[in-house]
DNA sequence: ATGGCCAACCCCGTTGGA
């Protein structure tokens, strides 16, 4: 079963490239961050047409997720809890069934905390939320997959120019600690799981030709319960995918989990 | 050495992203 997550910039933008990559990719379940738009206005007909149910919390032009799933949903709830005041549109979660028992996704977009100290406060208070969210989850020892855009470099080898960042929201030592405690509760990082290689980015800026010159981060990230960590055989990053015309700045990465017994 | 993009919105500039 292969799991995936894309921050899209716009979903109504990037129709076709979605439509494309799903049909290239034939991922099962999708994690799509920053939709920018509202629920009744997110283009369901095209998706639902390659098979997939859409679940979806959006919100006017910015933030909005999603999940696209080949099987159908046994629950979906919006909105990570421990703060009713936080109207962003930065969380979902899911059931599914799967033919090895419940699979349970979440789709996430961190705030990006910048300009520090301003808008950074409110990171922090995300992510700590998303760890009493992810120590109640792991208690249910369920195939748990936590992923999306944490706006968080893990280290040094995630950035082409780690000394550019290391006052940035992104990089600064209390963001990377809650991201390893939120390893150190029992995640696994998909991608590290199979390298400890640097140089695998997950988001080019548009910016001063830093596709061009591979100037990336590794930003977006699948985190894995120990029950589906034990089912991970392979986890990648669609690179490729930024090359397109008219891409988003992010590009899928995905995670395969063996479901037959 | 420097600057270099993109999307949404009610409007043709401003705000937000990372």
Known sequence: MLIATWNVNSVKQRLDLLV??????????????ETKCVDDAFPREPIE???YNVAIHGQK?????AILSRLPFDEVTPRLPG?????????IEAVVSTPAGVARVASIYLPNGNPV???YSYKLKWMDRLLDYARER???EEPLVLAGDYNVIPAAQDAANPEAWTRDALFLPATRERFSALKNLGLTDAVR????????????????GCWQRNVGLRIDHLLLSPQAADRLTAAGIDKHVRGWDKPSDHVPVWCALRVEE
């Open 83 to 91: 703060d009713h005041a936080d109207d962003h549109a930065r969380f």
């Open 193 to 208: 799981a199979g390298s400890e290689a640097g140089g695998l980015y997950t988001f080019w800026d548009y910016q001063a």
């Open 61 to 65: 032009t910015f933030n909005g997720v």
């Open 20 to 33: 494309s990559w799903l049909q290239d990719r034939r991922p099962d379940i999708v994690c799509l961050q």
């Open 117 to 119: 100290p301003d808008k």
């Open 49 to 51: 047409a390659l098979g």
């Open 138 to 140: 792991l208690a249910l």
